[in-house]
DNA sequence: CACGTATATACGTATAAAGGTATATACAGA
DNA sequence: TCTGTATATACCTTTATACGTATATACGTG
């Protein structure tokens, strides 16, 4: 368990992180708001924190975990070249970026330029 | 095997991704290019494919396999809770936005709004 | 200090899935 | 039709990990 694709790929985890985005939260709170096993949630925080998607902070017995960008920053990071793909105005919003941040920038716009070849060939696409 | 982020939690499976976003490829450009197998590259692009990251183009023997943007559109909409946690530029770029779709806008800029409650409590944050 | 509450961890089990090897299927060309 | 190339699939083994149950640790209060 390393990637923070491999820490999203488990349902529960999504589910806690998504809750902690209102605000934070304590182990029991998110043991009643999602109907897990208290054993289970500790064990999930222990996965996320070692990720670095989750931090927390002890009051009394309880802990109280709250989000921390990195490791979805970085996921956000990876879809970035594939955001052409859908979406048309992402275009409009990148050349948004390119006149905000010119340190980004690398050349031109070419950033937004389209996938060129397509060979024309006979359809399975099933 | 379901969830988008499932898929994407296979580091190959992402390699493959990555290698179709210049243009489609067919098995054994994959193949070579990422130094696996023939039959895993079948095994993940099917599982790719089951779940709709790809779809592929039959040219006599080859397949050609090419990107398909909803399952990773999912992923990023998941995103989007996330993403006032880094770059707050974000802000200026959600106000760049209502201006350009209001379609989009579905409250006057309520978008920008921050996380407001935080109870300062001790520190572990270990 | 005994007790209740809150959280973490150890241990065992079951399941899923990744990867390998071998083989099947499909197409093209001599 | 035989042969080579390209891809898909079946079968097997191994490993990882999710979950449950039981227990340990830590804190506060009477």
């Known amino acids: 368990m390393e990637s923070a694709f491999e820490i999203l790929a488990e349902p529960n985890r999504r589910a806690i992180l998504s809750l902690l985005v ?30 670095g998607f989750v931090e927390s902070t002890v009051d009394a017995q309880r802990r109280l975990y709250r989000l921390r960008p990195e490791p979805l920053r970085e996921v956000d990071d990876w879809l970035a070249p594939f955001r052409r793909l859908w979406s048309a105005h992402v275009d409009a919003l990148e050349l948004y970026l390119d ?28």
């Open 22 to 51: 209102s605000s934070e939260q304590s182990v029991g709170e998110i043991e009643r708001q999602l109907q897990m096993s208290q054993p289970m949630v500790s064990k999930h925080l222990r996965v996320l924190r070692d990720a």
């Open 99 to 126: 006149r905000m941040e010119p340190s980004t920038a690398t050349e031109g716009s070419s950033r937004t330029r389209r996938n060129p070849n397509r060979k024309g060939k006979k359809g399975e696409a099933k």
